[in-house]
Structures are given as C-alpha cells and as structure tokens.
C-alpha cells in the first residue's frame, strides 16, 4: 500500500496518525477538538493551514516575525 500525502500535516504537532482494521492511514486534526474551524479528518493534503505547527518545535514563521518585531532595535 502507498503512503497517503498527508501534505502540511505530516509535520505538524497536531497531527495524529490512525489506522483501520482494512490497514488504511487517516490523519486526525488534533486542533478539531478545541477549535471548530478545524475539521477532524482535514482534507489530504494539506497545503496551507493557520493552526500549522512544527513537530520540532521550531517556530513558525509568523511566530519567528512577531518575535523578530518583539526584540529591541538598536
Ligand atoms: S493544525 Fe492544520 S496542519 Fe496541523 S494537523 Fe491540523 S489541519 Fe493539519
């Protein structure tokens, strides 16, 4: 069987992987649960999406500027 593209998710925190008895792969939106603007088994794949988070814990982009425009200048 062929992975699914799961897109922007497949490296997203939120993401959870289950499976089914027939051996297929869905992704969960973790996000569904608090926030309804999230459907629980998004569309696949992903490729834009404003509750993206990195596994790694790295700061998304959006996060990096507000933190960049934070900082003291000068
Ligand atoms: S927040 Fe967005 S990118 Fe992350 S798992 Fe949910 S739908 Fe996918």
């Known amino acids: 069987m062929s992975s699914v593209p799961f ?3 497949a490296g997203c925190a939120h993401q959870r992987v289950v499976g089914n ?3 297929s792969s869905f992704s969960l939106c973790g996000l569904s649960r608090t ?3 999230f459907p ?3 569309r696949m794949p992903v490729a834009a999406c404003p ?3 990195p596994r790694d814990g790295r700061p998304t982009d959006a996060e990096d500027a507000r933190r960049r425009e934070d900082e003291p200048h000068g």
Do not use: A, S
């Open 51 to 53: 509750g993206f988070r």
């Open 40 to 42: 629980r088994y998004p």
């Open 21 to 23: 008895t027939r051996g």
């Open 35 to 37: 926030d309804d603007r």
């Open 7 to 9: 897109g922007l998710c």
